[in-house]
């Protein structure tokens, strides 16, 4: 498993950079393995507590999915309902 920090792997993943840029200020250096469930969630309510849930999904739990997943992260990342 690797144990690259976040903010690595996220701008080696490429996709939006404005949906990237708060994800590398809110996790920084985070050993990709240290993200779980818990920590993505506490991202969305940090960097968006008033935001709808289409909003949080596409800027916070599908970019988040998207760099683990280039990583080769195994966490299924789930979405709550409404988002």
């Known amino acids: 498993m690797k144990r690259s920090p976040c903010r690595s792997e996220f701008r080696n993943a ?48 599908t970019p988040v999915s998207a760099v683990l997943k280039h990583a080769g992260e195994q966490l299924e990342v789930r979405t709550p309902a409404g988002a």
């Open 14 to 61: 490429g996709g939006d950079r404005r949906f990237l840029a708060p994800l590398l200020e809110h996790f920084g250096n985070t050993i990709l393995t240290a993200i779980d469930s818990q920590a993505i969630d506490a991202a969305v309510i940090a960097l968006y507590p008033d935001a709808p849930g289409a909003t949080r999904n596409r800027q916070v739990y």
